[in-house]
Each structure stands twice: as structure tokens, then as C-alpha cells.
């Protein structure tokens, strides 16, 4: 025999879910929003310093592109799974596993960009990470933000806890996060860090704000380069 649930029963339970729902429940529903979504492009731009550095990203299809400035050098990558090719300034594409096997255990740009490509966090996988930092996200009309919690601080400081060896970790860890949203989806975040970490034997003072705008959503375009094409089959 068949139960059937009243449409108004059906909403005033809708209601009260939502009702529950706490900021944090919200930008994560954001984010997974911008995943099912599929297809977007953003901007990002890393303040470190005298440091500024900027990203711009396209994601469709399952395939990222990204487009990576440093000072005068643009270096563009594609990625699909645990696949990639790139091609740094004055370079033919390589292949992620190239680029890796020729970066070595050497520390340099080549080992930086290769362990950034295999640790890359989309957009919308990033926020909902964000998200399990915060300590305690308030809101403010369309607008998300809280302190960082200090074991966050500290992965965020290291990139990701990708701290080598004995490194020590950073020290005096704390930071920011804030988001905003439009229509139920993510359309804008932003997180500082600062602290010291130890490079060299030297304590060095960190300060770090990263800004990512999406835009396009569900109307991006991508092409693959043919050469990409080939080294990420």
C-alpha cells in the first residue's frame, strides 16, 4: 500500500531543513552547487609580498585549463584526472609525469609547479575545503566569513601541508576566510594567511591573500591544443 505525502507537508519539511541549515551548510551546498555544475571559469590572484601572481581557470567537461602568471612568464596547463600536460615559457608541451620525473627531488619552479598541477583543488572542491577550516562562519546578506581555525592556518601556510621532511611547521598560525555568493552558487572567496615558517634556518614572516572571482558559469568554452591533447592521453 502507498503512503502519499501531502505537497504542503512536503514544504513546511523543506522549510524547517533550511531553517537548520547553518552558514557553513550553505557554502558547502554553494560549492557542491558549482561542481554539479561543471562548466565555469575564474580568476585568481595571489598577493604575497611585492609577490602578485595570477591564475586564470576554465573547467568543463571534466577538464581544467589553467593559465598561470609569474612576473613575465606564462606557463598553461590542462588536467583530467590524474592526468596533465604543460608548457612552461620556451617550452614544448610535457606530460605531468615529465615534468615531475625531470623536476626530480630538487627544489626549484620546475618541483614547485609539478606538486601545485598534482595537488590542484578546483574552485568549488577548494571552498568546500575552506569551509571545514572555518571556525565560525557568520553571515551577512550574501556574504560569508570567519576566522580560520589554527590547524587550517597552518596546512594553508604550508600549501597544503606539504611540508618536507622534518621541516618545522609554521609558527603563529592564523588567517581568514571570507565568501560570497549569488543565487545559491559561489561567486566569489577570498583567504588570508600569515605566520613564519622556516626556510633556510631563518624565521620568515608570511602574509598572504588569495582573491578567486567565478564567472561564465555554464557558459565557458575550452579548447585543447592538439600537442596537449597527445600528452595527456
Known amino acids: 500500500m502507498k503512503t502519499i505525502i501531502p505537497a504542503g507537508i512536503l514544504l513546511l519539511a523543506g522549510a524547517l531543513f533550511a531553517a537548520d541549515s547553518t552558514p557553513k551548510d550553505e557554502i558547502v551546498a554553494a560549492g557542491k552547487k558549482l561542481e554539479k555544475e561543471g562548466n565555469y571559469s575564474w580568476k585568481s590572484t595571489v598577493e604575497f609580498g611585492n609577490f602578485t601572481g595570477t591564475t586564470d581557470g576554465k573547467v568543463k567537461d571534466g577538464v581544467t585549463c589553467l593559465s598561470m602568471e609569474f612576473g613575465d ?3 598553461q596547463a590542462f588536467l583530467k584526472g590524474d592526468k596533465g600536460a604543460v608548457k612552461a615559457p620556451d617550452q614544448e608541451w610535457q606530460s605531468l ?3 615531475t620525473a625531470a623536476a626530480g627531488n630538487e627544489r626549484g619552479p620546475r618541483q614547485f609547479l609539478a606538486r601545485r598541477l598534482k595537488s590542484f583543488k578546483s574552485p568549488a572542491e577548494e571552498v568546500v575545503d575552506l569551509a571545514g577550516k572555518a571556525k565560525d562562519l557568520k553571515k551577512e546578506g550574501d556574504v560569508y566569513s570567519s576566522d580560520l581555525t589554527e590547524a587550517g592556518a597552518k596546512e594553508l601556510l604550508s600549501f597544503g601541508g606539504r611540508r618536507r621532511g622534518n621541516a618545522p611547521e609554521p609558527k603563529n598560525a592564523k588567517g581568514s ?10 561567486s566569489k572567496y577570498q583567504v588570508n594567511v600569515q605566520g613564519s615558517m622556516t626556510f633556510n634556518g631563518e624565521d620568515r614572516d608570511i602574509d598572504r591573500t588569495t582573491t578567486v572571482e567565478v564567472k561564465d558559469v555554464g557558459s565557458t568554452k575550452l579548447e585543447i591544443p592538439e600537442a596537449a591533447q597527445k600528452k595527456m592521453s
Open 73 to 75: 612568464n606564462t606557463t
Open 97 to 99: 609525469e615529465e615534468i
Open 177 to 186: 576566510v571570507k565568501f560570497w555568493t549569488k543565487d545559491g552558487s559561489i
